[in-house]
């Protein structure tokens, strides 16, 4: 079964432009889970989708947004992008029930110039 | 590769030996727990997970002790290999949601031929 798969790997992008980052979960996985990864930060919860809603989202600014499709791929989506938002995004492939453990993708490093 | 976390606590063992990582939690209601394996350049590998009502939980080399009374996570690697290299990260679901995990901060893993 193929793993989560994530697009693009690598990035740069410039302060005040926006970016979208993609995740394709295993198949038959429903949630999808984005996390924000930095050395000073760790890893830190962005926000859960399930069945095209979202039921969680973490303690991040507006600017960081997310959308589930009915093929239960996510996009992420930042706006006017800041310096402290270079990191790797990694998104994380569940069933959405019990017991909850979440499979990564690689991540997409993010670097903003 | 990418750098998860530059300062990191370490532990160095040697090849062959047995390497114990720990992890503290917050929360002594959390009933759910992961243990995660990230190398470089990679994103976190799922290991082995536990939920609260057991204190031992044993995978392929590995075991996960939990200490529900001091609220203590560790991760038993048997015959430490250089494959083993890496971060190790436990994680906790969150109380206040199921679809949350929080992450520890990480140990890396250092072993010598």
């Known amino acids: 079964k193929a793993g989560v798969t994530q697009t693009p790997r690598y990035l740069i992008k410039t302060r005040g432009q926006q970016v979208t980052l993609s995740c394709s979960p295993i198949?038959?996985?429903?949630?999808v889970s984005w996390y924000q990864q930095t050395p000073g930060q760790g890893l830190q919860f962005l926000f859960e989708?399930?069945?095209?809603?979202?039921?969680n989202k973490g303690n991040f600014p507006g600017r960081f947004s997310g959308r589930q499709f009915s093929n239960s791929r996510s996009e992420m989506n930042v706006s006017t992008l800041e310096l402290g938002d270079s990191a790797l995004y990694l998104c994380?492939?569940?069933?959405?029930?019990?017991?909850?453990?979440?499979?990564f993708g690689p991540g997409t490093r993010l670097t903003v110039t | 590769g990418e750098s998860v976390g530059l300062h990191l606590p370490t532990l160095s063992v040697q090849e062959g030996d047995n390497s114990i990582i720990n992890c503290a939690y917050s929360?002594?209601?959390?009933?759910?727990f992961i243990w995660y394996k990230q190398e470089s350049g990679k994103g976190p590998q799922f290991i082995i997970d536990i939920r609260s009502n057991m204190d031992k939980r044993q995978g392929q080399r590995v075991t996960v002790l939990l200490n529900k009374t001091v609220k203590h996570l560790s991760l038993q690697i048997a015959a430490t290999q250089p494959g083993d290299s890496a971060v190790y990260f436990c994680a906790e679901k969150d109380v206040d949601s199921s679809y949350k995990l929080i992450f520890g901060s990480g140990t890396r893993l250092l072993v010598r031929p």
């Open positions: 994380a492939s569940s069933a959405g029930l019990s017991p909850y453990e979440q499979y």
């Open positions: 929360n002594s209601a959390s009933d759910y």
């Open positions: 198949s038959g996985h429903r949630s």
């Open positions: 989708y399930f069945s095209e809603t979202q039921r």
